[in-house]
């Protein structure tokens, strides 16, 4: 290869090196400007898998009381056994929704 070859070869390489740097450049850029975005995006998932977690005490100890309620009312004489009945199909929907609950949030 004779050395205008070789000189153009140089030239064409150092222009592509440029066009990468660019390109590299450009990606730094964006990535800074996103850095506080996925910061504050991090901070709001943390406080909501904290409230999550504190909706599904709250909800359990709701439905653990409300399960109390159903037994007593299923264990007693006449139509209160039915409305207890009742309840404790209402109690098994609310485990339902507390392990949906539980699974959101990895509690």
Same mark, same amino acid.
């Given at each position: 290869? /004779?050395?205008?070859?070789? &000189?153009?070869?140089? %030239? ?16 730094? *850029? /964006? ?7 996925? &910061? /504050?995006? @991090? ?7 904290? *409230? @999550?977690?504190?909706?599904? @005490? ?23 056994? &039915? !409305? ?7 109690? &098994?929907?609310?485990?339902? !929704? %507390?392990? *949906?609950?539980?699974? @959101?949030?990895?509690?």
């Amino acid at each position: 290869m /004779d050395a205008g070859g070789m &000189d153009e070869e140089w %030239q064409r390489s150092l222009k592509e090196s440029k066009t990468l740097a660019g390109i590299f450049s450009s990606i730094v *850029q /964006d990535c800074k400007s996103l850095h506080p975005v996925i &910061d /504050d995006f @991090l901070i709001k998932t943390s406080k909501l898998e904290n *409230q @999550l977690k504190a909706t599904i @005490l709250a909800f359990s100890a709701f439905t653990e009381s409300f399960e109390k309620i159903a037994y007593k009312a299923c264990n007693t004489k006449g139509s209160s056994r &039915d !409305v207890g009945a009742c309840l404790i199909k209402m109690c &098994d929907k609310e485990k339902e !929704v %507390q392990t *949906q609950l539980s699974a @959101l949030s990895n509690f």
